[in-house]
């Protein structure tokens, strides 16, 4: 079996970085307001795969959200890390993933970000 370690390159994909960037920065807009934090990622990660979708449907999608969170209290020291790694079988022309970090803005005393990773697979 012949495995490779690649960097992701989006230049075959279906869409560009700062297309998928304003999937999730303007699904996350729509949603601020939102008062149950579980609803929130649930309708936020429902927007980014309906925009996806409609924007094209050749191909499948994943959406991964993960939110890494400490308290923005003084007297507090939180220290967090986080590593993921990901391994897929698949057509480098045509499938890929990308991975964006963004900070809420939905907290007064958390302080938040989210990291989405989004894999589309052709059909």
Avoid at 8 to 31: G, H, M, R, T
Avoid at 102 to 119: A, Q, V, W
């Amino acid at each position: 079996m012949n495995v490779q370690v690649e960097e992701v390159d989006l230049s075959q994909a279906p869409f560009s970085s700062e297309k998928l960037i304003d999937f999730i920065e303007s699904s996350y807009d729509s949603i601020v307001n939102a008062d149950d934090e579980s609803a929130l990622k649930d309708i936020w990660i429902r927007n980014i795969l309906q925009r996806l979708n409609k924007f094209s449907s050749s191909y499948k999608y994943v959406v991964s959200m993960t939110c890494l969170e400490s308290s923005k209290d003084q007297n507090t020291q939180n220290n967090y890390s986080i590593s993921t790694s990901f391994g897929a079988i698949w057509n480098p022309q045509k499938d890929g993933q990308f991975t964006y970090r963004i900070n809420s803005k939905h907290s007064d005393t958390l302080d938040k970000e989210y990291m989405f990773t989004i894999m589309w697979i052709y059909k």
